[in-house]
């Protein structure tokens, strides 16, 4: 049996993904209450901790395998005031933390691509450093960059007697894991030098590639939803069939298409009509296009679900039909972009619900890694 500790759990996907692969979850530590209701409502009571992890002790647990989560990234965010390590939102420093009081044998963090941002690019180096050599403390009168110095050398001079973390990351795309969502993320993983065990991210199992294959070379996407390719498929399947067919031959792509939204949904019926076949399934107007802000087209797989500007779903979270129009993606349909079972139930308001959607990991990526 893995036992693992969540931080920064939000709406628990990653925390879900893992379950599903077997894990046994010990604890939750989250600040945010809606997110813990939520926490609540599908995991036991007692073991969700709402409280800031800055204040938590993680010394009351013993036992840790498995340390995963996402620490908050909007000190990283495209999207945000990109202020990095000069950020008091950034949770990077109790993440370390955790790793260097509990030794888990291995760990799992998620965070934006901005992290990889040139800007930052010191900083995460930093960062990937503590992780590797948690017990290497920054000295009172040291400032990071001086800390990072201090870990710089014993790196390269391979002298440390502590606790070491074998670390690799990766940017992975969720929609190439059979997340039907292009959700870019930076996943950072860590498994204890002293086991002996070798990982490695695994392979892609869907493509964008095998998905034009299946609509413009042997149309099954189409006949699969029982539709006609739209006037503007038409257009792309002019000049993608002859490029795929001359790149594959006879042979399909080796990968599985990636999972559009209409693949997600179709067994939905129209919330506008049929309010009543789940509570997560109801209809919220105003939805409109604007600049930046389009929505997600309904024959592929969706844009990336955003939490919003000061806690605003983003106008992304829309479906965008053939006919142009637009409504928002109701929490259920939300759900399903990020894979969580349709029994797995998030707290709150819609605005609220998809906040914590937007900022969750895709369940089905947390289950692959």
Not at 290 to 314: F, M, N, Q, R, W
Request: charged letters at 25%; hydrophobic letters at 35%; a neutral charge.
């Amino acid at each position: 049996m893995i036992n693992s500790l969540e931080l920064f759990s939000g709406a628990g996907g990653l925390a879900k993904g893992i379950e599903l692969a077997g894990v046994t979850h010990k604890a939750f530590v989250e600040w945010n209450t809606d997110a813990c209701k939520t926490l609540r409502v599908n995991h036991s009571p007692e073991i969700i901790f709402e409280t800031d992890v800055r204040k938590f002790n993680f010394r009351q647990f013993s036992n840790i395998d498995l340390i995963a989560g996402g620490p908050p990234c909007q000190p990283f965010s495209i999207g945000g005031k990109h202020q990095g390590f000069e950020d008091d939102r950034d949770m990077f420093p109790y993440a370390i933390k955790s790793i260097k009081s509990l030794t888990p044998k291995a760990f799992i963090f998620e965070n934006v691509k901005g992290l990889l941002r040139k800007s930052f690019s010191t900083y995460f180096n930093y960062i990937i450093l503590q992780l590797t050599y948690p017990d290497v403390e920054k000295r009172s009168l040291f400032t990071w960059e001086e800390h990072l110095s201090e870990l710089e050398e014993i790196h390269t001079k391979g002298v440390y007697e502590g606790v070491k973390y074998n670390v690799i990351y990766r940017l992975i795309n969720a929609a190439d894991f059979g997340v039907p969502q292009k959700r870019e993320r930076v996943m950072i993983i860590g498994v204890r030098d002293d086991l002996n065990i070798s990982w490695s991210f695994p392979n892609p199992t869907h493509s964008e590639e095998s998905l034009f294959w299946s609509k413009y070379v042997t149309e099954e996407y189409w006949d699969k939803h029982k539709i006609s390719p739209s006037e503007n498929d038409m257009l792309i399947l002019k000049t993608q069939k002859n490029k795929l067919i001359k790149k594959y031959g006879m042979f399909t792509p080796p990968q599985n298409p990636w999972v559009t939204v209409r693949d997600s949904i179709q067994d939905l019926p129209d919330p506008r009509y049929n309010s009543e076949f789940h509570k997560e399934h109801f209809f919220r107007a105003g939805a409109k296009i604007y600049a930046g802000h389009t929505g997600s087209y309904i024959d592929e797989p969706a844009k990336t679900l955003k939490a919003g500007d000061h806690g605003v779903p983003g106008g992304e979270n829309m479906i965008r039909f053939r006919d142009r129009s637009v409504r928002y993606f109701t929490i259920l349909e939300a759900k399903r972009m990020q894979t969580f079972p349709d029994n797995y139930f998030i707290e709150g308001s819609w605005t609220e619900a998809l906040r914590q959607l937007g900022n969750a990991v895709p369940v089905q990526l947390g289950y692959v890694l």
